[in-house]
């Protein structure tokens, strides 16, 4: 079992930064790639971005690429989402999740493990 809890979500300027942060518990977060994706008001959930388990592999969308960078932390159990050059189009619930895969993937049902979300607003 892994529980995934988000924070660093909040409101900020189109061109602005947030830094999102994913903490997860168990002992056995190097067995899993992480991933967040976003869900804005009246759309689908969409994926962002994967880290595979070592931080060795990423795949980004199209959408976030240049823009967004994710990374973790193995010892501290945590992931991180640094989101820069912020667009009105970014506002979202942003949604940590964990797959016991070895490489990153923007399939969702590969995904066993979801945190309860942080929301993103982007001004313009």
């Known amino acids: 079992q892994v529980q995934l809890v988000e924070s660093g979500g909040g409101l900020v300027q189109a061109g602005g930064s947030l830094r999102l942060s994913c903490a997860a518990s168990?002992?056995?977060?190097?067995?899993?790639?992480m991933g967040w994706f976003r869900q804005a008001p009246g759309k689908e959930r969409e994926f962002v971005v994967g880290?595979?388990?070592?931080?060795?592999?990423?795949y980004y969308a199209d959408s976030v690429k240049g823009r967004f960078t994710i990374s973790r932390d193995n010892a501290k159990n945590t992931v991180y989402l640094q989101m820069n050059s912020l667009k009105p189009e970014d506002t979202a619930v942003y949604y940590c999740?964990?797959?016991?895969?070895?490489?990153?993937?923007?399939?969702?049902?590969?995904?066993?493990?979801w945190g309860q979300g942080t929301h993103v607003t982007v001004s313009s």
């Open positions: 999740a964990a797959a016991r895969t070895l490489v990153p993937s923007s399939t969702e049902n590969l995904y066993d493990y």
């Open positions: 880290i595979s388990w070592s931080g060795g592999m990423t």
């Open positions: 168990g002992r056995t977060f190097t067995s899993y790639a």
